[in-house]
């Protein structure tokens, strides 16, 4: 019986070299159509969940978020609409806790803080709004919206002394800030009047 030889063997490794190679690469060519159809399919209802809301109509932006998260349950800006959402139907409990996936997950999501500060705000709970504004402070120290938002909740809570320093270390930071400066004259001519008012 013949053996078959030695440059045989060395083709028929090849071959099976190449043929795992090629099943690996259609593997992962499959796999990696797979992600990103599923990709797709959320952002495309992400898409629409923002149309829906756009349009008011806030439960079904609820329902098509949640279907998103199901696709891609990692998808920040879903969970950030689908807070936003929540804020709009008062279910606070619910838009925190996607408020604060989205900022533990992306600690620089700006709108993020916004939206969590005004949701706060709204509900009357100052101090978390206050923690919120410094938080984003941290991450933008010089975001003129956050120091306006942060201004306002301490009058909010009516710390009058904190907010006079604030309001004076922000005016001398940026003292060609045209904006800060309208909203620091009106904020003294307030507390001026207010004052006054005590007597």
Do not use: W
């Not at 030695?6 to 083709?11: D, H, I």
């Not at 099976?16 to 259609?26: K, N, Q």
């Not at 990696?32 to 969940?49: F, G, H, P, S």
């Not at 922000?170 to 400066?181: A, F, G, H, M, Q």
């Amino acid at each position: 019986m013949k053996y078959p030889g030695k440059a045989f063997l060395m083709r028929f490794k090849l071959l099976a070299i190449l043929l795992c190679l090629m099943a690996t690469l259609c593997a992962d060519n499959s796999y990696a159509q797979l992600v990103k159809t599923k990709r797709t399919n959320a952002d495309e209802l992400l898409e629409m969940a923002q149309l829906h809301y756009n349009n008011r109509n806030y439960y079904k932006a609820i329902q098509v978020s949640k279907q998103g998260l199901q696709k891609r349950p990692d998808y920040v800006d879903l969970h950030f609409l689908l807070g936003r959402a929540y804020v709009q139907v008062n279910q606070f409990d619910s838009a925190r806790l996607e408020f604060q996936y989205v900022l533990h997950e992306v600690p620089r999501y700006r709108e993020a803080y916004l939206a969590a500060m005004n949701m706060e705000l709204k509900i009357g709970r100052n101090q978390e709004a206050l923690c919120y504004a410094d938080d984003g402070l941290y991450f933008f120290p010089n975001d003129r919206e956050f120091m306006l938002k942060k201004l306002a909740i301490l009058e909010t809570l009516k710390y009058y002394r904190y907010s006079d320093n604030y309001a004076q270390r922000l005016v001398n930071k940026y003292p060609e800030d045209t904006v800060l400066l309208r909203y620091y004259t009106t904020y003294k001519i307030d507390h001026a009047a207010m004052y006054m008012k005590q007597g």
